[in-house]
């Protein structure tokens, strides 16, 4: 089994690394996911995709974002937290074969090791009512094993 909190772990502070140090996305991917991944392509390929993906629909995951810290100007938002919410909407919207629950359990459990004590709860709160958004919108579409397709009726 691949250790997919490992590559969201170095997604994170890839994210990070391209917004503090200006560095290009290309820099960031040779010196800390190849750097970090580099062994288990599969693992690389995930961690890239999501780093790529977050940063190519930022505006978008920004605004979702922005819908949903009522009261608060999301320039005040913790950037390690602001990180996470991205990445994991990202994959609310765009990794159709990882289910909600995983993205939202994997969010939480990086934001305690790399964030303050209530980000776990902040970041939780913050994508419970996103992922309700979104799937009122028809804009997370789930495929693949382990997930549940709603439209399955019990048979009698």
């Not at 140090?21 to 960031?28: E, P, V």
């Not at 094993?145 to 009698?156: A, C, I, M, Q, T």
């Amino acid at each position: 089994m691949i250790n997919r909190r490992h590559a969201r772990e170095t997604v994170l502070q890839s994210l990070y690394a391209l917004k503090q140090s200006g560095d290009t996305t290309q820099c960031i991917t040779d010196t800390i996911i190849k750097e970090e991944l580099g062994k288990d392509k599969e693992l690389r390929r995930f961690a890239e995709k999501l780093f790529f993906t977050t940063i190519e629909h930022e505006p978008e995951l920004d605004e979702i974002i922005i819908k949903h810290i009522k009261n608060w100007e999301i320039e005040r938002l913790a950037l390690i937290d602001r990180l996470i919410l991205k990445m994991s909407l990202c994959e609310f919207i765009y990794f159709e074969e990882i289910p909600t629950k995983v993205t939202i359990n994997e969010a939480i459990e990086v934001a305690k090791r790399f964030s303050t004590a209530k980000s776990g709860r902040f970041v939780n709160g913050i994508l419970d009512a996103s992922l309700e958004d979104l799937q009122k919108k028809g804009r997370v579409s789930k495929k693949g094993r382990g997930l549940v397709d709603h439209s399955l009726k019990p048979s009698n």
